[in-house]
């Protein structure tokens, strides 16, 4: 057998695929075959990275949970975080076990056969992808990084990224990514609050830099996950997570788009929305609403628009899908001001409740939730404003303003109610015939005397 120096995993994956004989010799590099402390390892235990981590300690891994954060490490130990209940069980038996083990120290990770990245991906205030905590995580990660792991990078992100951020840093560490380390992009699919399809029943995607290294996430997939779908490569992963949520945005942004024409033709958004439902081929219903949140639909199409930007190109109709969803919150608001006119008030003065704050059902997320910026431009414009939302039971600064959560929302007299978000335990049966209610969920069908935004 002849003995080469190869420093490239790629050409290494080649010549093993093959068949030809082959050897790695690597100087002052770590050798694989080590034994790990853990078996994964989760870097960001946040909405996707703390059921990931549960879902692995389930299928009976050693699992190291790492976060940055004292107080979330802090919160996940005292169980004072948002989860579907079967992941509050999951929680309380990992917290129990001794193979479960919370960690701010990032040398840990280096104990860990596997380590998983999910940090946010988050946009700044110009809808420019903000990447600036994956790149500090990833060079966490490759600091840390010994031979005979794999890097599974699953934060959102463009296409080419975890081979610049992994896989070229990888390098200048003399560490051979294919070789010596395997490195593979997997897009996560979890739907915080919505228990309809669990963590286990979701497929995943994977590519791997090469097709060892997506075979390492494979397996590490499959441990709890039913359906593995390979891809070419890391960077079609990659893409097919901005597909999917690109997908998702521009028909949010048509759902809106009919809801605004169903009300000029005097016709029921729902209900056409529910009959086209009907067809079993070519339609996915879309609900239309006061705008989007999370960390997904308002962030990862600028993902792909901020890519493309470079290459001069734009995606116009996925532009003017975003721009429409944007416009959405103050949409809301001229809505509300419409509404109250009808009933003699204006926006100053008025007192307005807007129930459930949070992004979406049943979560304690506020992150781009639109009724911030909706509570931000009522306050602007003079109205009294305070919420109801038994996941935030006191109040919640927006703005740099205290705005105060009503326990008895019947006592808060409202002018003006603003269904923002309808949580499935939310109690509406205070409201009554004489109560002005904006159903910005479309959803509230049994409130009658409803105005539809
Ligand atoms: N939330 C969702 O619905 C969802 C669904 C699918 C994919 N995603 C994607 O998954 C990724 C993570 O999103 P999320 O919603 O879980 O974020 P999150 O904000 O809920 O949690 C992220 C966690 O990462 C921690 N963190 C930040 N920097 C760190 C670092 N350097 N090292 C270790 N931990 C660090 C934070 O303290 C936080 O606890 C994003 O790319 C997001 O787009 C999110």
């Not at 994956?13 to 390892?41: I, M």
């Not at 997506?214 to 996950?225: F, G, N």
Request: glycine content about 8%.
């Amino acid at each position: 057998m002849t003995t080469q120096l190869i420093t490239d995993g790629l050409q290494a994956q080649k010549q093993l695929d093959s068949g030809e004989p082959w050897a790695v010799k690597v100087r002052n590099r770590p050798q694989p075959g080590r034994d790990f402390d853990y078996d994964v390892a989760i870097v960001g235990m946040g909405y996707v990275g703390l059921p990931t981590a549960l879902a692995h300690h389930v299928s009976g891994a050693k699992v190291l949970g790492f976060d940055i954060s004292g107080k979330r490490i802090g919160d996940i130990k005292a169980r004072e975080v948002d989860l579907l209940p079967t992941d509050h069980q999951r929680l309380a038996s990992a917290l129990a076990s001794d193979s479960w083990t919370l960690s701010q120290e990032s040398t840990d990770l280096s104990r860990a056969a596997a380590v998983i990245v999910c940090v946010p991906t988050p946009v700044d205030g110009h809808h420019v992808p903000d990447l600036s905590i994956l790149a500090s995580a990833s060079r966490m990660v490759v600091q840390q990084a010994v031979a005979g792991q794999l890097i599974l990078m699953t934060s959102t992100t463009y296409a080419g990224c975890t081979r610049e951020m992994i896989v070229e840093p990888l390098r200048k560490r003399s560490l051979v990514p294919g070789a010596d380390i395997s490195v593979a992009f997997s897009p996560e699919r979890i739907n915080p609050g919505v228990s309809d399809f669990s963590i286990e029943d979701v497929p995943r995607v994977v590519g791997g830099y090469t097709s060892r290294c997506r075979e390492a996430a494979v397996k590490l997939l499959a441990s709890y996950t039913g359906t593995v779908h390979r891809t070419s490569g890391m960077e079609v992963a990659e893409m097919t997570k901005l597909l999917e949520n690109t997908f998702r945005a521009v028909n949010i942004a048509m759902a809106n788009e009919f809801a605004q024409a169903c009300q000029v033709l005097d016709l029921p958004v729902q209900e056409v929305i529910d009959s086209a439902a009907t067809k079993p081929f070519g339609f996915m219903p879309f609900t239309p609403g006061p705008g989007v949140g999370g960390h997904c639909i308002p962030c990862d199409p600028h993902y792909l628009l901020w890519q493309l930007r470079a290459h001069n190109m734009s995606l116009p109709v996925i532009a003017a899908a975003m721009e429409g969803i944007e416009q959405r919150p103050a949409q809301t608001v001229a809505r509300c001001a419409q509404v109250l006119s009808n009933t003699g008030k204006g926006l100053l003065g008025s007192r307005v409740l807007v129930v459930g704050l949070a992004y979406k059902p049943d979560v304690a997320d506020l992150r781009e939730s639109p009724a911030l910026q909706i509570i931000d431009k009522l306050i602007a414009a003079g109205a009294d404003v305070a919420f109801y939302d038994h996941h935030f039971p006191e109040s919640v600064t927006v703005n740099g303003k205290q705005i105060i959560g009503c326990a008895k929302p019947a006592e808060f007299n409202a002018d003006l109610v603003l269904l923002h978000t309808r949580h499935a335990a939310a109690d509406l049966s205070w409201i009554n015939k004489e109560t002005t209610v904006l159903d910005a969920t479309y959803r509230a069908e049994e409130l009658t005397h409803r105005v539809l935004l």
